[in-house]
């Protein structure tokens, strides 16, 4: 969206949203951020449903992933990982670490959106990036793996293309933080 100014012919822009390479300034930078999330809504997952019509609404909680940012400096060095970040306005606001699996995939080892950056193109930008850097490595598309209670996510990998192709009941049953949690596994394969 652009603003124009009364009487001035100055038009000011949007911040620009940039997708690129994360480096060292990520790890401190990305402690600071919420990338918490409302959880209102579970799915009730089945195949070849569409994801929409299998929500049933729950007491909202507020959910924070344990990870680290450290856990993904290994992704800076690799040939066969990578770490984008999302800046706007010269912000960190995301990020998106990618890896090659053994499969011929590429695994989406985390992608996250600042609380503050949701709903402005964050995340898609993010898995364009992710979806060129998997086709210049020659792999055959692209899996990860989210929770039923993340019902934002799975709505816009739904979205994105991609389909459901696993659910685990039994993933987190030892984890007492997520033992109610479904793991699903989504696919997005490229055309050959």
């Not at 909202?60 to 400096?73: G, I, L, Q, T």
């Not at 053994?102 to 995340?123: E, K």
């Amino acid at each position: 969206m652009t603003q124009h100014l009364v009487g001035d012919t100055t038009a000011l822009a949007e911040p620009p949203l940039i997708i690129e390479a994360a480096d060292a300034r990520f790890f401190n930078e990305a402690r600071a951020i919420d990338f918490s999330f409302t959880i209102d809504r579970e799915i009730l997952p089945a195949f070849d449903t569409p994801l929409i019509d299998r929500c049933r609404e729950i007491a909202p909680y507020r959910k924070r992933y344990d990870s680290d940012p450290e856990d993904y400096r290994e992704h800076l060095e690799a040939t066969d990982q990578a770490l984008f970040v999302a800046r706007l306005d010269g912000q960190l606001v995301g990020y998106l670490a990618i890896r090659s699996n053994w499969n011929a995939l590429a695994l989406i080892d985390d992608i996250a959106v600042s609380r503050t950056a949701r709903r402005q193109g964050c995340a898609r930008a993010l898995m364009d990036r992710a979806v060129d850097w998997a086709r210049s490595a020659e792999l055959s598309g692209i899996m990860l793996e989210t929770q039923n209670n993340n019902v934002a996510a799975c709505l816009f990998y739904e979205r994105y293309g991609f389909v459901l192709g696993g659910i685990d009941r039994m993933l987190y049953a030892a984890l007492e933080s997520h033992a109610p949690e479904t793991a699903l596994f989504w696919y997005l394969q490229f055309p050959r």
